[in-house]
């Protein structure tokens, strides 16, 4: 980065000043016309360049996991009643028993995976749906040059 006050680039740390109420990074040299401040931690992202510090590194981790959709039991309703099935006639076309369809249109219990595959397949439906879930791991302390790019994507401890 360049020093706001001469426009030098500055190589190492750049130094934080006050002038009358203005915050300047400036090289070493122009250092000495303002008051020397410390980064406070909200301006994480005005933190000079250069530095090398010690951070914890945060990464995301993305899993797409199949889960059953939420309003699973008033999809099969629907698609049995699109039929004109009643739950028996359903029952019977699953090999499974009715109270079993009435106990999953009323959500008393979950929707089982043998259960929800043959559904799906009788009614030519999805019945999962793909859920992000993201995970974060925090990593060790790393000590390296910082780049902008670090500077937005690692959140300070
Ligand atoms: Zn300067």
Redesign the pocket.
């Known amino acids: 980065m360049d ?1 706001e ?2 426009g ?1 680039s500055i190589k190492g740390e750049a130094t934080t000043i006050e002038i009358d109420g203005t915050i300047l990074n ?2 070493s ?2 250092s000495k016309y303002g008051k020397k401040i410390y980064t406070k931690k909200d301006a994480t992202s005005k933190r000079p360049l250069g530095q090398k510090t010690t951070f914890k590194t945060t990464k995301n981790v993305i899993e797409i996991k199949e889960e059953v959709v939420s309003d699973y039991n008033e999809i099969i309703r629907r698609e049995r009643e699109a039929r004109g099935w009643d739950q028996k006639d359903l029952a019977k076309k699953i090999n499974e028993k009715e109270s079993i369809i009435k106990k999953i249109e009323r959500r008393d219990i979950g929707l089982d995976d043998t259960v929800r595959e043959k559904l799906e397949k009788l009614f030519k439906i999805r019945l999962t749906e793909p859920i992000k879930d993201v995970h974060t791991y925090k990593g060790d302390n790393v000590k390296k040059d910082l780049t902008l790019g670090d500077v937005v994507n690692i959140k300070r401890k």
Do not use: D, L
Request: net charge neutral; glycine share 0%; proline share 0%.
């Open positions: 020093c006050i001469c030098e400036v090289c040299k122009c």
